[in-house]
């Protein structure tokens, strides 16, 4: 596990200094996300300019949600979005051996060889949305509710990674996966526009066990506003558990019949 | 003209050999729909109407538009050649006897022309599929106004990505530039929210600018057969056409004589 920190932090430092090199593209990240929310920040309100709730969820329920997913997806987008999403590309081209031959988790190596600095100034914007829709909302300021929400923060960072990464590691079977790609862009637009609260029926067991995007965004703003049940919560871990549980599984059956460029 | 033509077919035939992606990404548009008829259903769940529209039209609407999107396919292209110029590799276009532009718009209309019997299909078979969301054309002369100004916004398009493709010859890296321009396109296209969703001081604004015209306001033709603003959309559209084309001229002209590419 130090061993772990160690390489994220040394990782950390020689990003910094490249970043600092390109000064420009790290403002460039920060823009081009920091739109991409204040885009979905809009749409809500321009909704919200014309109702008054969806499905018991009022404006600041919502916010509360956007500012979650925000955060949520500042922290992918940071640290593994950018080293993950070229895995397909390593299998393909037999790149991947470079990273199997260190002495170091491979998964764990290509998530954080990209990590992308200018993306994190947009954890400001998307607390500050939480801080304000919290105290709109009255939610009480406990500590059990601040490290039961940064809990929740750090158990959907982890879902959402396992969540990208299991249509890649299907790199390992088939040759083209612009689909799945587009799938996986279309699924977290899914968890960005579309709260949990609004599945009813057989879209909850899909986007809440099969596809959780549901949950990603939706259970943190639900514990923060007191109306988490707890079944939700063993669902929660449970999923998140299972998705680990599946990407080891399609990691080493992957592997086992990885054969270099000629996969 | 018969080497754009051969440029044509050459194009069509490499998107045929992986069908079953192109199929699999056309796919999705059951899941766009999927996404609006849960969430606008949620939405509506009190009221019949939002600005003028009912759950029906607004469904057909977030389906016209996701047909529609899908069929512009320049930015994957324009995005090859950024990354061409950005490693001295655009000569091959300046040698080539044909006129780079022209030939980005020949494979750009190639691969849309590919999409558009791909997206068709799919159309067919979620109207078909989620027909009680589905309304009829107010007229059939408001959607033929509506394919006009369609070709119009989609040819603008893909001069706009030519345009921040050859800003690679100033720029090292415009990929961002191509993400940041699909974000903001998204929103002022209409694609994320119907564009009389907003304030209309904001609309009345929008309408002297191009994007208005590529996704809105063809799909507004097609549900409300409003056709009072056919000679301002129509100016409009053909103005930031020939506008634009200008300006890539100009500008091309003015960096290639600057440019330095390998083997040059």
């Known amino acids: ?263 | 003209m018969d080497k754009y033509i051969e440029i044509s077919k050459i194009t069509i035939k490499s998107l045929l050999i992986y069908k079953a992606d192109v199929i699999g990404t056309a796919l999705m548009s059951f899941f766009k729909v999927f996404i609006a008829i849960i969430l606008w259903s949620a939405v509506y769940q009190f009221q019949t109407t939002l600005v003028g529209y009912t759950l029906p039209m607004l469904i057909t609407y977030y389906i016209i538009i996701d047909f529609l999107q899908k069929i512009d396919q320049s930015q994957e292209f324009a995005s090859q050649i950024a990354e061409e110029i950005r490693k001295g590799e655009f000569s091959k276009y300046i040698v080539k006897p044909m006129n780079p532009l022209f030939y980005f718009i020949t494979v750009s209309i190639s691969k849309s022309f590919y999409r558009f019997f791909i997206g068709f299909a799919m159309l067919l078979i979620i109207l078909v599929g989620v027909q009680k969301y589905v309304v009829a054309p107010a007229s059939m002369e408001a959607v033929l106004w509506g394919i006009l100004f369609f070709l119009l916004g989609s040819f603008f398009l893909i001069l706009f990505n030519y345009f921040i493709t050859i800003l690679s010859f100033y720029f090292i890296e415009v990929s961002s530039l191509f993400v940041l321009k699909s974000i903001l396109l998204s929103f002022l296209v209409g694609e994320l929210i119907p564009l009389s969703f907003l304030p209309n001081a904001i609309v009345e604004v929008f309408r002297f600018f191009p994007f208005y015209y590529v996704l809105y306001y063809p799909v507004e033709l097609y549900l409300s057969g409003d056709m009072s603003h056919l000679s301002t959309a129509l100016i409009v559209s053909l103005s930031w056409n020939i506008g634009f084309f200008i300006l890539i001229q100009i500008v091309y002209q003015k960096i290639i004589k600057n440019y330095a590419g390998v083997g040059i």
């Open chain 1, 1 to 263: 596990m130090i061993r772990l920190l160690d390489l994220l932090w040394t990782s950390l430092k020689l990003r910094i200094s490249r970043d600092l090199i390109y000064g420009m593209q790290f403002w460039v990240a920060f823009c081009t996300d920091f739109i991409l929310f204040f885009i979905q920040v809009l749409v809500f309100y321009t909704i919200f300019s014309h109702v008054t709730d969806i499905n018991g969820w009022g404006k600041y329920q919502f916010s509360f949600f956007i500012g979650t997913f925000m955060i949520l997806d500042t922290l992918k987008m940071v640290f593994y979005f950018f080293g993950t999403i070229s895995f397909p590309n390593y299998i393909r081209t037999g790149e991947l051996d470079v990273y199997l031959t260190k002495p170091i988790n491979p998964l764990f190596l290509i998530a954080i060889q990209k990590i992308n600095l200018g993306g994190v100034l947009n954890l400001v914007p998307g607390f500050l949305i939480v801080i304000y829709s919290a105290i709109e909302l009255k939610v009480q300021f406990t500590l059990g509710t601040i490290l039961g929400y940064f809990f929740f923060l750090t158990l959907f960072s982890f879902l959402l990674y396992f969540l990208m990464l299991a249509p890649r590691l299907l790199a390992f079977w088939f040759v083209k996966l612009d689909f799945l790609m587009e799938l996986d862009h279309q699924l977290n637009d899914l968890a960005f526009k579309v709260p949990g609260v609004v599945y009813q029926g057989v879209s909850k067991i899909i986007f809440y066990i099969l596809l959780p995007f549901g949950l990603v965004a939706t259970i943190p703003t639900q514990f923060a506003t007191s109306v988490l049940e707890g079944k939700y919560w063993l669902l929660s871990i449970a999923v998140v558990v299972s998705y680990a549980l599946l990407i080891m599984i399609m990691w080493k059956r992957g592997i086992k019949q990885y054969s270099s460029a000629s996969s």
